[in-house]
């Protein structure tokens, strides 16, 4: 314990770099010739929309703790914001080159050799322009507005995120001094332009370009000298005060709007804009020379996804997949008869999430359902859930809590909040200064006996059927009266603050839930000193709470196994000679995006599975509403092994192994290869894939770590359970 405390900042990774380095790992992916082409464009496209929000998030926190003094206290690993402003600066150049040079040296000509081709204007032949012409006259000429900056028109202002061009230009007549012209191209727009088909293969010219052609025709009277694409991403932090806000809804709506006129934290700029454009740009929006990124390509990579969802090429993506459907009965109420027989495990997008949809829109249309309740803190736009609770409403008792804090989703959540509010649905916020993050559903139901039995469902991710086709979470539908009891008095904490000493079987952030975890691993770590079995074995996106950290750094000394698998930041070094050698640490980047959260502990030989909504991370821990759940049902935790913990350990493919100096390597590196199976090939989800289609013939999931001894009664034959009944295929 003493060497962990005193050397415990050395022990910590930087989180800003940490995130850095997961990002680069998602890079890696679109470099990988082994992935289809347009899923590469797809890895590039989401590369750059996380540093975007890395940039408006992050980036300009730290900016603003060294603008209100806070340069002086350093973070957990020891550094002040200062100093990692100045090597997050160094990093994130050295990233966006990488990012460029794979679209220009890699991902284009890879394009071009399958007739997709990114072209020029000085590529087109005279069709090519004539039709250029035309869309550039009919379809986007109209929506332009051009501005040129002088006394009487001052700069204009430039949205977050907003492809903008900027023009120097100089008058025909009596022109000395140059102006700068700007234009905002409207968002409805295509950034990428598809030309008529030249023998079939497939052109596109970026809109820029286009407009840039014929910026004369914008700016009649005047010289066009020089032009340039650029972008400028904002400060997208809120700031409330909720205790003296009217509403949170009012105060969430108002600060959606300064938002968008934060102050700028990044330019980027095409590398060839002249520098009298840099410099008026730079003195408007006053930002420092580290942040002007010069880029040799279009100023938004993020678009650069169109070409996946516009181009007709399943031959260059990810064989189509068909999710395992639960088998169910004919009639609203099947699904609450299967649920009281025995829980259903769920693990999506192997298992469909079209059963957590049926599940609330039974519960809507059955006559015998009193009541729901349900947590939303991102949804999709067109949301089945939400239009089955805005029906239930006109039937029955309907009580949502809506985060409105939902990063970048709060637009959205608003008008969910008015739009269930107008259908008679009770909409609550949740508690005053927490986010509520926890995923909850609560079904009360009038039983053939009279009696009113609760139906629950709880899960790792969003209530979301749209992202649920890509990331990897897990469901729990039960009727368990423990759990459902526990679901129903988190939601009378959520609206109307009644807190209970504890929660039990569920933990709760930010009352117990942390408290709790660091039980669990202390509790490991005292089976190991007695000579009991123990182990840990944890899987969440996120690894950054130092007190966490330190109790697993504990137990690690202690003589526990520890196996984790973390997809994004970790701040924790494993592999430290007695403080954290018997940690290891993996990072799972693929065709799915990783987001269960699973927790396994050895408890001397009686295993016990968790799952929950929240990571560990601080702000999970102590700032949001979050549950974990102990999963006590034996079948249901041999799935969770067989279908997660065994498959991903075994995982080659697409694992990256976290070492002690930070970096992280393929697991065929060398420097890895004590980690994994030497000459192995085994891919996790790809493997789910095949089982949850019924595929035959799939291989065996290779041995676990030797270091992971999981005790028999959570071992399966080396094959995923079937514990979901699914349709015959």
Same mark, same amino acid.
């Given at each position: 314990?003493?060497?962990?405390?005193?050397?415990?900042?050395?022990?910590?990774?930087?989180?800003?770099?940490?995130?850095?380095?997961?990002?680069?790992?998602?890079?890696?992916?679109?470099?990988? &010739?082994?992935?289809?082409?347009?899923?590469?464009?797809?890895?590039?496209?989401?590369?750059?929309?996380?540093?975007?929000?890395?940039?408006?998030?992050?980036?300009?926190?730290?900016?603003?703790?060294?603008?209100?003094?806070?340069?002086?206290?350093?973070?957990?690993?020891?550094?002040?914001?200062?100093?990692?402003?100045?090597?997050?600066?160094? $990093?994130?150049?050295?990233?966006?080159?990488?990012?460029?040079?794979?679209?220009?040296?890699?991902?284009?000509?890879?394009?071009?050799?399958?007739?997709?081709?990114?072209?020029?204007?000085?590529?087109?032949?005279?069709?090519?322009?004539?039709?250029?012409?035309?869309?550039?006259?009919?379809?986007?000429?109209?929506?332009?507005?051009?501005?040129?900056?002088?006394?009487?028109?001052?700069?204009? *202002?430039?949205?977050?995120?907003?492809?903008?061009?900027?023009?120097?230009?100089?008058?025909? @007549?009596? =022109?000395?001094?140059?102006?700068?012209?700007?234009?905002?191209?409207?968002?409805?727009?295509?950034?990428?332009?598809?030309?008529?088909?030249? /023998?079939?293969?497939?052109?596109?010219?970026?809109?820029?370009?286009?407009?840039?052609?014929?910026?004369?025709?914008?700016?009649?009277?005047?010289?066009?000298?020089?032009?340039?694409?650029?972008?400028?991403? @904002?400060?997208? /932090?809120?700031?409330?005060?909720?205790?003296?806000?009217?509403?949170?809804?009012?105060?969430?709506?108002?600060?959606?709007?300064?938002?968008? $006129?934060?102050?700028?934290?990044?330019?980027?700029?095409?590398?060839?804009?002249?520098?009298?454009?840099?410099?008026?740009?730079?003195?408007?929006?006053?930002?420092?020379?580290?942040?002007?990124?010069?880029?040799?390509?279009?100023?938004?990579?993020?678009?650069?996804?169109?070409?996946?969802?516009?181009?007709?090429?399943?031959?260059?993506?990810?064989?189509?997949?068909? &999710?395992?459907?639960?088998?169910?009965?004919?009639?609203?109420?099947?699904?609450?008869?299967?649920?009281?027989?025995?829980?259903?495990?769920?693990?999506?997008?192997?298992?469909?999430?079209?059963?957590?949809?049926?599940?609330?829109?039974?519960?809507?249309?059955?006559?015998?359902?009193?009541?729901?309740?349900?947590?939303?803190?991102?949804?999709?736009?067109?949301?089945?859930?939400? #239009?089955?609770?805005?029906?239930?409403?006109?039937?029955?008792?309907?009580?949502?809590?809506?985060?409105?804090?939902?990063?970048?989703?709060?637009?959205?959540?608003?008008?969910?909040?008015?739009?269930?509010?107008?259908?008679?649905?009770?909409?609550?916020?949740?508690?005053?200064?927490?986010?509520? *993050?926890?995923?909850?559903?609560?079904?009360?139901?009038?039983?053939?006996?009279?009696?009113?039995?609760?139906?629950?469902?709880?899960?790792? =991710?969003?209530?979301?059927?749209?992202?649920?086709?890509?990331?990897?979470?897990?469901?729990?539908?039960?009727?368990?009266?423990?759990?459902?009891?526990?679901?129903?008095?988190?939601? /009378?904490?959520?609206?109307?603050?009644?807190?209970?000493?504890?929660?039990?079987?569920?933990?709760?952030?930010?009352?117990?839930?942390?408290?709790?975890?660091?039980?669990?691993?202390?509790?490991?770590?005292? *089976?190991? @000193?007695?000579?009991?079995?123990?182990?840990?074995?944890?899987?969440?996106?996120?690894?950054?709470?130092?007190?966490?950290?330190?109790?697993?750094?504990?137990?690690?000394?202690?003589?526990?196994?520890?196996?984790?698998?973390?997809?994004?930041?970790?701040?924790?070094?494993?592999?430290?000679?007695?403080?954290?050698?018997?940690?290891?640490?993996?990072?799972?980047? =693929?065709?799915?995006?990783?987001?269960?959260?699973?927790?396994?502990?050895?408890?001397?030989?009686?295993?016990?599975?968790?799952?929950?909504?929240?990571?560990?991370?601080?702000?999970?821990?102590?700032?949001?509403?979050?549950?974990?759940?102990?999963?006590?049902?034996?079948?249901?935790?041999?799935?969770?092994?067989?279908?997660?913990?065994?498959?991903?350990?075994?995982?080659?493919?697409?694992? #990256?192994?976290?070492?002690?100096?930070?970096?992280?390597?393929?697991?065929?590196?060398? @420097?890895?290869?004590?980690?994994?199976?030497?000459?192995? *090939?085994?891919?996790?989800?790809?493997?789910?894939?095949?089982?949850?289609?019924?595929?035959?013939?799939?291989?065996?999931?290779?041995?676990?770590?030797?270091?992971?001894?999981?005790?028999?009664?959570?071992?399966?034959?080396?094959?995923?359970?079937?514990?979901?009944?699914?349709?015959?295929?």
């Amino acid at each position: 314990m003493d060497s962990v405390t005193k050397d415990l900042q050395s022990l910590f990774i930087g989180r800003d770099q940490s995130w850095l380095s997961f990002n680069r790992r998602v890079l890696e992916e679109a470099q990988d &010739p082994e992935n289809p082409l347009l899923e590469r464009v797809k890895f590039l496209a989401i590369t750059a929309s996380n540093l975007d929000e890395f940039v408006e998030v992050r980036v300009a926190g730290i900016l603003q703790q060294v603008e209100h003094g806070k340069a002086v206290d350093p973070g957990p690993d020891g550094r002040t914001p200062p100093q990692v402003l100045t090597e997050l600066a160094a $990093k994130i150049h050295e990233f966006v080159k990488s990012q460029y040079d794979c679209w220009r040296d890699e991902l284009v000509p890879a394009l071009a050799e399958e007739s997709i081709r990114i072209v020029t204007l000085k590529d087109l032949n005279a069709a090519d322009r004539e039709y250029i012409e035309s869309f550039y006259r009919k379809s986007i000429e109209p929506l332009l507005t051009p501005v040129t900056v002088d006394p009487a028109h001052p700069f204009p *202002h430039v949205l977050n995120k907003a492809l903008c061009l900027a023009f120097l230009l100089r008058r025909k @007549r009596r =022109g000395v001094v140059p102006y700068l012209g700007v234009v905002t191209v409207p968002r409805a727009l295509p950034r990428l332009v598809l030309l008529p088909s030249d /023998n079939g293969a497939v052109k596109y010219v970026f809109l820029s370009d286009v407009i840039q052609a014929f910026a004369d025709r914008l700016y009649h009277g005047y010289e066009v000298l020089s032009a340039a694409g650029f972008r400028v991403t @904002r400060n997208s /932090n809120l700031y409330m005060e909720e205790e003296e806000s009217r509403s949170i809804m009012d105060s969430v709506d108002a600060q959606l709007h300064r938002r968008r $006129k934060g102050e700028a934290v990044r330019l980027e700029i095409e590398a060839s804009a002249n520098q009298e454009i840099i410099d008026r740009l730079v003195l408007n929006f006053r930002l420092e020379p580290w942040q002007i990124f010069r880029v040799d390509g279009p100023p938004n990579l993020t678009r650069v996804s169109y070409l996946y969802d516009q181009v007709a090429r399943p031959d260059l993506k990810f064989r189509p997949f068909v &999710p395992r459907e639960l088998a169910l009965k004919s009639g609203a109420s099947a699904i609450f008869e299967q649920v009281r027989k025995r829980e259903i495990l769920l693990h999506h997008p192997y298992d469909s999430y079209s059963a957590v949809v049926r599940f609330i829109e039974s519960a809507a249309k059955d006559p015998d359902v009193l009541s729901i309740k349900q947590t939303l803190y991102r949804t999709s736009d067109n949301s089945p859930i939400v #239009r089955a609770l805005i029906d239930a409403a006109a039937r029955k008792e309907v009580a949502v809590v809506v985060e409105l804090k939902a990063r970048f989703d709060e637009a959205s959540n608003i008008r969910w909040s008015r739009n269930l509010q107008e259908a008679g649905v009770q909409v609550f916020h949740g508690v005053v200064g927490l986010k509520t *993050h926890c995923k909850l559903m609560l079904i009360a139901r009038r039983e053939a006996d009279g009696q009113i039995r609760q139906y629950a469902h709880m899960g790792t =991710g969003n209530y979301n059927p749209s992202t649920a086709r890509f990331y990897t979470d897990l469901s729990l539908l039960t009727s368990d009266p423990h759990i459902t009891h526990s679901v129903h008095q988190v939601f /009378n904490y959520l609206t109307a603050y009644s807190e209970r000493p504890n929660y039990t079987p569920l933990f709760v952030a930010p009352l117990n839930l942390g408290k709790n975890c660091e039980h669990l691993i202390d509790r490991e770590a005292e *089976h190991a @000193r007695a000579g009991k079995k123990s182990f840990i074995f944890a899987k969440v996106n996120s690894l950054l709470d130092e007190k966490i950290i330190a109790a697993l750094y504990r137990a690690s000394q202690a003589g526990v196994n520890i196996e984790l698998i973390v997809r994004g930041g970790c701040a924790l070094r494993p592999g430290v000679r007695g403080i954290s050698s018997r940690i290891r640490v993996r990072s799972v980047i =693929g065709r799915f995006l990783e987001h269960s959260r699973i927790f396994v502990f050895g408890n001397g030989g009686k295993p016990e599975v968790y799952l929950g909504s929240a990571d560990w991370m601080r702000r999970n821990i102590y700032e949001r509403v979050e549950v974990m759940f102990h999963l006590k049902n034996p079948v249901l935790c041999n799935q969770v092994v067989t279908e997660v913990v065994e498959p991903y350990l075994a995982d080659t493919d697409k694992t #990256r192994i976290l070492l002690e100096d930070g970096n992280y390597v393929r697991s065929n590196d060398p @420097r890895a290869m004590r980690h994994t199976k030497n000459g192995f *090939h085994f891919n996790a989800q790809e493997f789910l894939i095949g089982f949850a289609e019924g595929r035959e013939g799939l291989n065996e999931i290779p041995a676990v770590p030797r270091f992971l001894k999981i005790p028999a009664i959570l071992r399966s034959n080396g094959k995923p359970s079937n514990g979901v009944p699914a349709k015959s295929k």
